[in-house]
């Protein structure tokens, strides 16, 4: 059974605050409600739980915006949750959920947390809820979710976009999505392939250098221990010559102790005799101060009185100006007095000529209102008759103006329809002429047929060549992965066999091979014969080397060995000089028979274990395990001989590699153009055919075209014929009431005669109104001086009064100020008396205080060279004290330079270093040379450069490293072969699929658009590749009564029709469980949006399909089985009430039948 998608859960999402559900059941379920109200937000909410991720889709700036954001009565929420229940879903959700009939998938977001998925209770990947849904042809942005901006977007779409509805109709979508899934791997792999590659060839390069960098590192050891030597010997001669230059700096120290005693007594004494001058200092410094104070007291008292007689002074100045200010106020105050009495005569006067003045104007302004009446009457009257005669005039102008132009009209419109009458029948004459033959059509139907069966034959040879082709692939990749595993082992055993040459091979400057080079030795012997033999192998068999072996004869006959042993010469082969030494040596097969035969060897002979162990004849014994260079050597030497036989073998197989992978290559390559001439034959064809359906449609088109043509044109010239008499009998019956219009000159005289008249008479009216306002305004001017008049008086007299008073009071001020400058005029005399006295008793402290100066001064004097002796003594003692400073420092810089010394000989050497014994010469010349020596050693070790003193470690660590990178090189090799062989296994599934769908959908939508349309015809085509999974989806339409177009060219009403009937013929071929269609039948009118409803109903009973149809439109709601209504009583959050249209019918059939 199908999945079927049963109810949907929402809770504090956008506007829904409150949980609540909506049971999508089987049927049409219509979402209704007034704009704003929150009917989108439930159809958000189906597409945000599909695994929405873009919140620009969700009409929100980010993720967070879906969750209820708070009214102004309501606090917002921190969590938003929606809830699909799904029925049927066996084997449709990822493990281990793909078991369960029933699934519960929730998504939850949290502020600040992000949202979270979960399947039946447990945390689940976005991936594979999005992977899922995308299985069921549905998701949320599937075909299945149809909104009005979607028909938009499908019809304005480019055709490799539209290319996804037939994905969907394959059921494809998730197949592109792990599609994806693999490449992406892939690429990761690959590029993981070719790190490693390049990490090989670092880590080999890098191992030989390790390899030279060990042998640096042993010649670094040896300098290292000479250059200790040297450091000792600088080391012991630095600090003989501290300690001597210690005891030569405490002799000065002292020395200079004894002089600082004898300086220090010296500075006491002048300390004594500068104290007992400077005691006889005060008392006269006491008697100089108190001269100072009186001088300085009868100098302020002088000051003082010169100050009172500048003061009289200024006081008498400002009483004689107080005086003169007085007598200017009070002659001021008298002419005031005069001006307002002055004033008051002249505004007398000039009220009593204004009072005359106005005598009479009731009488003269009773007789110009009279007579403004009057001229006002007359105009009235005139005007009157003035409109009386415009509007004659006007009417008879306007029926006139109206005749003309009901004539030209008339007369227009007669040539009109005259001229289509004319035009028309040309026009049906030459469409009769145009007419298509049957025949021309019949061929082109033939051509197309031939075309598609053709197409047919070529698209089975492509995908016979594309299996070929990824065939070919993949033995190409496994050809490529034996050449790179035979080429990586041969390059390893290479690198590793060279790196062995290399160590083994004779190094420079040495002059005669060693005689290890010359041996061979049995596998599992080379611990056992480096043993026995050691250092003695490393030597030459040339007699001219410093050691080396000597060929003697061999004993005769060759001294007995225990019998548990036997000889080396069995098992080693070698220059005969070592004949002797190998005979004499023993080999056993466990430590117990050594130690028991070691007693019974004879002199120069030794007993050999193969795990190294030596008993020889005098009781030297050496256990197992010992490591010996030469043991080593032969090791490496065996372990080379097995690299090259190995590496023979590797350069085969890594030849007969190449030689498949060329020949895979051809093969691929062979198969790669078979690929290609077969998708250009199906090109050819393809163009072919297009050409054909073209042409085709083309003569159709135009058959149909003419025939409507023809028939539309006897149409228009039977109705042109009838308005063509028409016009003629109106225009007559216009011509005949232009004849009964009055006469237009005599009607505009009689206005020009009412005109000037009423001119003349509103000129007599403007004379009387004039000279009634001129009396008017004159009275009203002479009133309002009459009140400036009374108000100017009452203020001169009140001016008059105020200055009366003022000089009265003047008069009183001006004799008290007379007064006191006569008692100010003799102060100064009286303060000249008073100052010289003070002058006179200034003079006499000033000559006491100068006494007492002076003998300060000689007081100041004796002290002063009593001061100067004593800090001559002082200046000796701190001089002498200086100097032992210094000696002071001598001693601590020759003890710093001594603890300095001692410091790195701890640093250096430790704390017992056992330094040699100082050479007698002691001076700095023999310092610097002992100094050159040990900077001469530092520096041929710094010449060597940075040294890795763990080079031998770290090779054998690449070495591990290196063979890990093969073993995932190879698992990374596997991987790619089996991810190439997934993505054409899915390239070729999604093909295979696509091309099968797309006649489905082909002939769907021509039925549906046929439907939709009551007639006309439509198809689809594949345009812009010739790989289904790359080509575009192009539609072409021909409306009834048009001609073909592709969907961009169509109206606006039918490019809705036209997209909903792809997208309905997409649901015939893979039918999604639940289909959403948001106010998609906005665009159509009546007898549409029933067609419309009609294809919903036939497509719920044909697929099962459940719709969700968010609709405005009466005729939709009514053709529903259940409503949803959302509702919004409280601002800004969502309510869902559900009404059951079934039973509701349910309910009111039984009456009525019950009625009937």
């Known amino acids: 059974m199908p999945v079927s998608f049963r109810r949907i859960r929402i809770a504090g999402f956008k506007s829904f605050a409150e949980p609540t559900s909506v049971e999508i059941l089987p049927g049409l379920t219509g979402i209704v409600g007034p704009n704003g109200c929150g009917k989108s937000n439930v159809v958000e909410a189906l597409r945000w739980a599909m695994g929405e991720s873009s919140a620009r889709n969700l009409r929100g700036g980010e993720m967070e915006d879906v969750i209820f954001a708070g009214t102004s009565g309501r606090a917002s ?61 549905s998701g949320s942005r599937a075909s299945a979710m149809v909104s009005q901006g979607r028909v938009g977007a499908l019809v304005s779409a480019k055709a490799e976009d539209r290319r996804q509805l037939l994905e969907e109709a394959a059921n494809i979508t998730g197949l592109h999505a792990r599609r994806h899934e693999a490449e992406l791997k892939l690429r990761a792999a690959e590029a993981n392939l070719s790190r490693a590659d390049d990490l090989r060839a670092q880590l080999e390069s890098q191992l030989a250098g390790l390899k030279r960098q060990a042998r640096q590192a042993s010649r670094y050891r040896n300098i290292s221990g000479s250059i200790r030597e040297a450091e000792a010997d ?83 100045g400002e009483a004689q100006r107080r005086v003169g200010q007085i007598r200017q106020d009070l002659t001021y105050a008298d002419q005031l007095q005069r001006d307002a009495a002055a004033a008051d005569q002249r505004l007398g006067t000039e009220e009593t000529t204004l009072t005359e003045a106005d005598a009479g104007h009731e009488a003269r302004a009773a007789a110009a209102e009279a007579a403004a009446i009057a001229a006002s009457e007359a105009v009235r009257v005139a005007e009157a008759e003035a409109n009386r005669a415009t509007e004659a005039a006007a009417e008879a102008n306007a029926r006139a103006q109206a005749a003309a132009q009901l004539l030209s009209q008339a007369e227009h419109r007669a040539n009109r329809f005259n001229e289509q009458f004319r035009t028309i029948s040309q026009d049906r004459d030459r469409i009769a002429a145009q007419q298509v033959d049957p025949a021309v059509v019949a061929r082109a139907t033939e051509d197309a047929a031939e075309a598609d069966a053709a197409i047919t034959a070529a698209r089975s040879a492509v995908e016979q060549a594309e299996q070929a082709r990824a065939a070919g692939a993949t033995a190409l990749a496994q050809a490529r992965e034996k050449q790179a595993t035979a080429d990586s082992v041969r390059a390893r055993l290479a690198a590793e066999s060279q790196a062995l040459a290399e160590v083994l091979a004779v190094k420079d400057g040495e002059r005669w091979p060693p005689m290890i080079d010359s041996l061979t030795v049995a596998d599992g012997l080379e611990a056992a014969l480096g043993a026995v033999l050691g250092e003695e192998l490393t030597s030459a068999l040339n007699p001219g080397a410093a050691r080396h072996w000597r060929e003697l004869p061999a004993f005769d006959p060759a001294p007995p060995l225990p019998a548990c042993a036997r ?54 014994t050496i256990r ?29 197989e890594a030849a007969a590699a190449r030689a498949a992978r060329a020949a895979a290559e051809t093969a691929s390559q062979a198969a790669v153009t078979a690929e290609q001439t077969a998708r250009n034959t199906r090109r050819e064809w393809e163009q072919k055919l297009e050409r054909a359906r073209s042409s085709l449609s083309s003569l159709r088109n135009q058959a149909a075209t003419a025939t409507a043509r023809l028939a539309a044109a006897d149409d228009q010239l039977a109705r042109i014929t009838v308005e063509r008499d028409e016009a003629s009998a109106a225009l007559a019956e216009v011509r005949a009431a232009n004849t009964t219009l009055p006469d237009i000159a005599e009607l505009r005289a009689t206005v020009d005669r009412a005109r000037a008249a009423l001119s003349s008479v509103r000129s007599r009216e403007a004379s009387a109104r004039g000279e009634r306002d001129s009396l008017a305004r004159e009275h009203t001017a002479r009133t309002n001086r009459l009140r400036v008049i009374v108000a100017e008086r009452s203020g001169w007299a009140e001016r008059a009064k105020d200055a009366a008073e003022r000089v009265t009071d003047l008069t009183a001020r001006l004799v008290e100020a007379e007064h006191a400058l006569k008692a100010l005029e003799s102060r100064p005399a009286e303060i000249a008396v008073r100052r010289a006295e003070a002058l006179d008793i200034l003079a006499a402290a000033e000559a006491e205080h100068r006494r007492a100066a002076e003998a300060l001064h000689i007081a100041v004097s004796q002290t002063s060279d009593a001061d100067r002796t004593s800090r001559a003594a002082e200046a000796a003692l701190a001089s002498r004290r200086e100097d032992a400073v210094r000696a002071e420092g001598g ?59 763990r080079a031998e470690q770290e090779a054998d660590d690449v070495e591990k490293q290196i063979g890990t990178i093969e073993t995932d090189r190879a698992e990374l090799t596997t991987a790619i072969a089996k991810l190439r062989g997934s993505i054409g296994h899915l390239n070729r599934e999604g093909r295979e699929r ?163």
């Open 77 to 137: 929420r921190n969590i938003a949750e929606v809830t699909l229940f799904l029925d049927e879903a066996i084997g449709r959700a990822p493990p281990p959920f793909h078991e369960q009939p029933e699934l519960e998938i929730v998504r939850r977001i949290e502020r600040g947390s992000g949202s979270a998925y979960r399947i039946n209770g447990k945390e689940a990947r976005a991936r594979d809820v999005q992977t899922l849904f995308a299985d069921l042809a």
């Open 234 to 316: 600088l080391l012991s001669l630095q600090r003989a010559r501290v300690e001597k230059a210690r005891a030569a700096a405490a002799s000065i120290l002292h020395e200079a102790q004894i002089a600082v005693a004898a300086a220090t007594d010296a500075a006491t004494a002048a300390s004594a005799l500068a104290a007992e001058t400077t005691a006889s200092l005060q008392p006269l410094r006491d008697i100089e101060s108190n001269a100072r104070t009186i001088l300085e007291r009868h100098r302020v008292s002088q000051e003082q009185v010169a100050g009172e007689e500048q003061a009289a002074k200024v006081a008498l």
């Open 567 to 620: 000889r080396l010469t069995d098992f080693v082969q070698g220059p005969p000089a070592l004949a002797r030494s190998l005979s004499q040596i023993g080999l056993v097969e466990n430590d117990q028979e050594g130690l028991d035969n070691q007693t019974s060897l004879l002199p120069g002979q030794s007993l050999v274990s193969r795990a190294g162990a030596i008993w020889r004849w005098d009781g030297y």
């Open 624 to 652: 197992a395990g010992t490591p010996t260079h030469a043991a080593v050597r032969l090791q490496q030497r065996n372990r080379l001989a097995g690299l090259r036989t190995r590496l023979a073998a590797a350069e085969q």
């Open 891 to 949: 001693v601590q810089q020759a003890n710093h330079a001594w603890g300095t010394v001692m410091e790195r000989i701890l640093e250096r050497l430790g704390a017992n270093p056992g330094l040699p014994d100082p050479p007698s010469d002691l001076s700095q010349e023999a310092e610097d040379k002992a100094r050159r020596r040990w900077e001469r050693q530092l520096k041929e070790r710094e010449d060597m450069g940075p040294v890795n003193l």
């Open 994 to 1156: 696509l091309t099968e769908v797309f006649q489905e959908v082909d002939k769907n939508f021509q039925q549906l658009f046929t439907r939709m349309f009551g007639g006309g015809r439509a198809h689809l085509a594949l345009v812009g590749s010739d790989d289904p999974l790359e080509a575009g989806l192009e539609i072409y339409a021909q409306p009834p009564g048009k001609k073909l177009a592709t969907l961009s060219l169509l109206s606006g009403g039918e490019q809705a029709l036209t997209a909903l009937s792809l997208i309905f013929a997409v649901f015939r071929c893979n039918p999604a469980p639940v289909c959403v269609l948001d106010e998609v039948d906005a665009p159509l009118d009546d007898a549409n949006v029933d067609r419309f409803c009609t294809l919903l109903e036939d497509m719920v009973r044909d697929t099962g399909t459940r719709f969700l149809v968010v609709t405005h439109h009466p005729l939709t709601m009514a053709r529903m089985d259940r409503l949803y209504g959302v509702t919004m009583q409280e601002r800004g959050v969502s309510r869902l009430l559900s009404v059951d249209l079934t039973a509701a019918n349910d309910l009111i059939d039984p009456p009525r039948m019950a009625a009937e």
